[in-house]
């Protein structure tokens, strides 16, 4: 899963430091970036296996999130598939590096925050039909522009898929920070705490393999790459879960559905309702 770069071909500004040919069965990356781990460690089929095996995070908390609210709107059931997809994206660019499978992983990033700015979190519906509608063209232009720029414009789609995930991610927060401010709810407060906490950690994460991978390719006493990209997979995967199902039980709430926070597997929590039908807005 990739999230805020810079455009470098074919591999990032860092030195890397490798036992194996950077070069294994799909050939020299053509991807805008080449993360810190070292490509073909592992297997000679996968570039980037750590950050490959990681993104299976998304894909599970995609599917368990549509599991435990398929009684639930389906804007929400987009929203957490949106998830799996951005993980299967994500698998297949990191398996890879190769461009066009990089897309694979960009492109559901911005629909799968596209998605997440449908979701109301008032009892009827604030915009008209044009929002829902003015998103699906945001989504479609952005993904013709991405295409279309192709590995011979790697600063065209760095540059368009920088700016729309990060606008995008901006009318979220801005979302989210109004539904945190009516949370009457100890609990559910601290939850949004935690989402945050995890959020920003997976972030940090992201930022020292990115920008210090010298550091992290040559630790003192021996130490091996900590892997800190995939510890970001891990990190957005749980806050992405959880940022849509806090939105989704603020939304029952608005609802006047007394929703629950409860947990399955003594590991997951997940939104109950006592009501079978939602109110559509």
Request: aromatic content about 14%; glycine content about 6%; hydrophobic content about 45%.
């Amino acid at each position: 899963m990739e999230t805020m770069n810079t455009p470098v071909l074919p591999y990032p500004n860092t030195t890397l430091v490798t036992s194996f040919p950077p070069t294994g069965y799909w050939g020299p990356p053509t991807s805008s970036v080449d993360w810190c781990e070292n490509n073909y460690d592992i297997s000679y089929y996968v570039a980037e296996f750590f950050n490959s095996l990681s993104s299976i995070a998304m894909i599970l908390v995609g599917i368990v999130g549509v599991y435990l609210h398929a009684s639930f709107e389906k804007r929400f059931l987009l929203t957490f598939g949106s998830i799996a997809i951005v993980g299967l994206g994500s698998i297949a660019f990191h398996g890879t590096l190769l461009f066009p499978l990089q897309m694979l992983d960009e492109v559901p990033m911005v629909y799968s925050i596209l998605a997440l700015a449908c979701i109301e979190n008032r009892s009827y519906r604030r915009y008209g039909v044009w929002f829902p509608v003015s998103i699906a063209l945001y989504g479609l232009l952005t993904t013709v522009v991405l295409v279309g720029a192709g590995p011979h414009d790697l600063m065209l789609a760095f540059v368009v898929f920088q700016s729309s995930f990060a606008f995008m991610v901006l009318v979220v927060m801005s979302h989210i920070v109004k539904i945190y401010a009516d949370i009457q709810d100890v609990k559910i407060r601290q939850m949004w705490k935690t989402t945050g906490t995890i959020a920003l950690t997976a972030y940090v994460f992201w930022n020292i393999d990115y920008r210090l991978c010298d550091v992290m390719q040559n630790l003192p006493f021996g130490l091996g790459n900590p892997q800190l990209h995939a510890f970001w997979h891990l990190g957005a995967s749980v806050g992405s879960y959880l940022v849509t199902l806090l939105v989704c039980y603020n939304r029952a709430e608005n609802l006047g559905q007394s929703p629950m926070m409860e947990w399955k597997w003594g590991l997951v929590p997940y939104v109950v309702v006592n009501v079978k039908h939602s109110k559509s807005t």
